[in-house]
C-alpha cells in the first residue's frame, strides 16, 4: 500500500482487526520511509456496479460517493457511526445481491430513502429534498404531507 504521506510504495502492516461488523478489515499501517501511520479497510467487492445516471451518463458504483451523500443528510443528527455505517454496508450487499452489473441511480436513490426513513426522519426529509429535486416549496410540501411528516394541529394563524 502506498504511503499517501510521502508516496513510498510500501508500507507495513501494524496491526489488523474485523470492522463493521465482520464486513470489512482495518489494518494499521506504517512508512518505513517517513514513518507515517495510516488506516486502511479492506472490503470484498463481488461484482464491479455500474450506475446509470438520469442523463443516461455512466459511471462506476462509489460506496464512498454513497457514504458522503449520506453523511450529509445526518450531518448534526443524533445517529450513531456505527449505524450509519452499518445501513452503507447494509445497502452495498443489496446492490450487490441483486446480480446486476448495471442499475439505474434510482434503485441506489431508493434503497437510500428506505434506510433513512427508518433510521431518522430529518436525514430522510434531507436525502429526499436533494434526491427528488423539488422545484418549488408546494412540491416539497406536498411530498411531506404524503409521507405524514407535515406539521399537523397547530392554530391556524
Known amino acids: 500500500?502506498?504511503?499517501?504521506?510521502?508516496?513510498?510504495?510500501?508500507?507495513?502492516?501494524?496491526?489488523?482487526?474485523?470492522?463493521?461488523?465482520?464486513?470489512?478489515?482495518?489494518?494499521?499501517?506504517?512508512?518505513?520511509?517517513?514513518?507515517?501511520?495510516?488506516?486502511?479497510f479492506e472490503r470484498v467487492q463481488l461484482r464491479e456496479i455500474t450506475?446509470?445516471?438520469?442523463?443516461?451518463?455512466?459511471?462506476?458504483?462509489?460506496?464512498?460517493?454513497?457514504?458522503?451523500s449520506i453523511a450529509i443528510a445526518t450531518r448534526k443528527r443524533p445517529i450513531e457511526p456505527d449505524r450509519i455505517e452499518r445501513m452503507i454496508s447494509q445497502i452495498v450487499r443489496q446492490l450487490e445481491s441483486l446480480g446486476e452489473t448495471e442499475l439505474p441511480s434510482s434503485v441506489v436513490g431508493e434503497m437510500v430513502m428506505k434506510q433513512l426513513k427508518a433510521l431518522d426522519d430529518v436525514a430522510y426529509v434531507r436525502y429526499a429534498s436533494v434526491y427528488r429535486d423539488f422545484r418549488e416549496a408546494a412540491e416539497?410540501?406536498?411530498?411531506?404531507?404524503?409521507e405524514g411528516l407535515s406539521e399537523s394541529g397547530e392554530d391556524d394563524r
Not at 52 to 68: E, V
Request: aromatic share 8%.
Open 1 to 40: 500500500m502506498r504511503c499517501p504521506f510521502c508516496g513510498h510504495p510500501e508500507s507495513q502492516v501494524k496491526d489488523s482487526r474485523p470492522s463493521d461488523d465482520g464486513a470489512a478489515i482495518r489494518r494499521r499501517r506504517s512508512c518505513p520511509e517517513c514513518g507515517g501511520r495510516f488506516t486502511t
Open 51 to 68: 450506475i446509470l445516471k438520469r442523463s443516461g451518463r455512466r459511471t462506476p458504483f462509489d460506496r464512498d460517493k454513497l457514504a458522503r
Open 140 to 146: 416539497f410540501a406536498t411530498f411531506l404531507g404524503r
